[in-house]
């Protein structure tokens, strides 16, 4: 039976575009679960009429910033200024791994927003870090104060704003019942969804005053919220349904602590989170690219199998998931590729389109991918902004 799953599964997954809906998935059915229906990736270019709450200004930069584009010394030759980047969650996985190739490339001031300072700082230290291209700074965001406390500060040091990158998250696949953030909403869609929110819709107005060529704003996504992949239907699948949980606050007491209304199920959480990840940047893609011309864009970077999110599973999962990716499903990728990946999404010059999924094929080739029905329903975006906006206090 196992030897007939492997070989069900290695053939199944010879495909070298992890994630991409592919014919050779068609009609395959591993492990109980059929694909044909989910496999219709519907990509859908509906553009919403949103009413625009925020106003922007091409404004100056701040007082102290440079102008991005120097005149430089020998004979009229530009030179760009350093990009300053804000990346959550670098302390360990892909976000330390993001920061080190950013930092080293010398083109970029990376500021590592984090909730565990001294981490943070050994982290940088021991990945060899230049100490003059990053700065950390506190953020926690499983609180909403602390999140606008963090945007306090990262605007008292006057420090221009070109690129966020929305990467930080937890999972709790063994958690039996649900935690909270400090605001009461269930830890997983707090911290990865509405703690995002909440920072991005802040930062806005920094992103939209910087001068820099190619401002972006990237939402790390993944392959698991994705129904229309294998990946993406290993129980329990991402569901929103009608966001009835959602509009209750996820606390839980009165309401449930699941978008859905469901019972509590920390990896379904932890699924859900990443479609509002996706819808997120869909939906302001929507509202502000073509007046504010910043770049909005998500990403699956392929399984780094090794990191700290798996940090609460079990042991034997710890073991045997890295090898499996590696071999079986050939979509493992180390910390240091992966890192390589989301910085070129942050830098590449090429990657400026907007509202766009990036995947990787297994020669670290960028393109474009298809997104799961849910997770590409515009007015599943709309209405998942408007519920978090009430949720995070800015509606
Ligand atoms: C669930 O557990 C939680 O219960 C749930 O609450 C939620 O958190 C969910 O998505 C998150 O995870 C996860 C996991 C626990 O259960 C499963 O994934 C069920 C399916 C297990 C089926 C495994 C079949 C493996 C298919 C490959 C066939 C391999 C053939 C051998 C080839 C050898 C080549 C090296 O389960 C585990 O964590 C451990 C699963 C133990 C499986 C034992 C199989 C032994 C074969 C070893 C192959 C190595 C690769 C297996 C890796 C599986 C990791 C998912
Ligand atoms: P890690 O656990 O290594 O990194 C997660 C980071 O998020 C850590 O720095 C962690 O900080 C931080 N974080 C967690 N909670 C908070 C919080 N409340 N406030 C601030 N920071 C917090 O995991 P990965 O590197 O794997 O995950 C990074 C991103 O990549 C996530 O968005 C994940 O969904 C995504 N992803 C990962 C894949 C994988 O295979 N690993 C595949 C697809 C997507 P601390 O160190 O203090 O815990
Ligand atoms: Mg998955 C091509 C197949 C593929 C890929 C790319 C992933 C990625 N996974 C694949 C297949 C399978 N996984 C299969 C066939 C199984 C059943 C044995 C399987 C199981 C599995 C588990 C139990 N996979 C997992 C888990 C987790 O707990 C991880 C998870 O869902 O976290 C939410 C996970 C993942 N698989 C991936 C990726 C990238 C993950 C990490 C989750 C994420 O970062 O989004």
Redesign the pocket.
């Known amino acids: 039976m196992?030897?007939q799953?492997?070989s069900v599964?290695s053939s199944a997954f010879s495909v070298p575009k992890e994630g991409k809906t592919s014919a050779s998935f068609k009609d395959s059915s591993l492990?109980g679960v059929s694909f044909s229906d989910n496999l219709k990736a519907e990509f859908s270019s509906v553009a919403l009429s949103c009413k625009r709450e925020f106003k922007p200004v091409r404004a100056q930069t701040t007082a102290t910033a440079s102008p991005a584009i120097n005149r430089g010394t020998s004979e009229g030759k530009k030179t760009l200024r350093k990009g300053s980047v804000i990346v959550t969650g670098a302390s360990s996985g892909l976000g330390l791994a993001t920061a080190k190739s950013l930092a080293e490339s010398g083109k970029w001031h990376v500021i590592m927003a984090c909730r565990d300072f001294l981490k943070t700082e050994r982290a940088a230290k021991s990945a060899g870090m230049p100490k003059e291209n990053y700065t950390i700074m506190h953020l926690d965001l499983a609180s909403l104060d602390s999140v606008r406390q963090f945007v306090d500060n990262f605007r008292r040091s006057e420090r221009p704003l070109d690129v966020l990158v929305c990467n930080a998250a937890v999972y709790?696949?063994?958690a039996k019942e649900p935690s909270f953030t400090a605001e009461g909403f269930e830890l997983s869609v707090g911290t990865n969804h509405l703690g995002h929110f909440l920072l991005s819709r802040l930062l806005m107005e920094d992103l939209n005053k910087s001068d820099y060529p190619s401002r972006r704003l990237i939402i790390v996504g993944s392959i698991?919220g994705n129904t229309n992949t294998l990946a993406g239907n290993?129980?329990?699948k991402a569901n929103l349904g009608d966001l009835r949980g959602l509009a209750g606050g996820l606390n839980g007491l009165n309401s449930s602590a699941m978008i859905d209304g469901g019972d509590f199920?920390?990896?379904?959480a932890?699924?859900d989170s990443k479609v509002c990840n996706m819808l997120t940047m869909q939906e302001f893609h929507r509202r502000y690219h073509e007046e504010t011309g910043i770049t909005f864009t998500s990403l699956y970077p392929g399984c780094i199998a090794t990191t700290g999110l798996f940090r609460e599973?079990?042991p034997?999962?710890?073991?045997?998931?890295p090898?499996?990716?590696k071999?079986?499903t050939k979509g493992y990728v180390s910390e240091e590729e992966a890192g390589k990946r989301l910085a070129q999404v942050v830098s590449d010059p090429s990657l400026t389109k907007s509202g766009v999924y990036w995947s990787w094929n297994k020669d670290s080739a960028s393109f474009e991918n298809q997104l799961s029905q849910e997770a590409s329903d515009a007015e599943k975006a709309r209405k998942v902004w408007e519920v978090s906006e009430k949720l995070v206090g800015l509606a």
């Open positions: 196992a030897l799953a492997a599964v492990f709790q696949p063994t698991t290993v129980p329990p199920d920390g990896a379904k932890y699924k599973h079990i034997l999962f710890r073991l045997l998931f090898p499996f990716q071999y079986i």
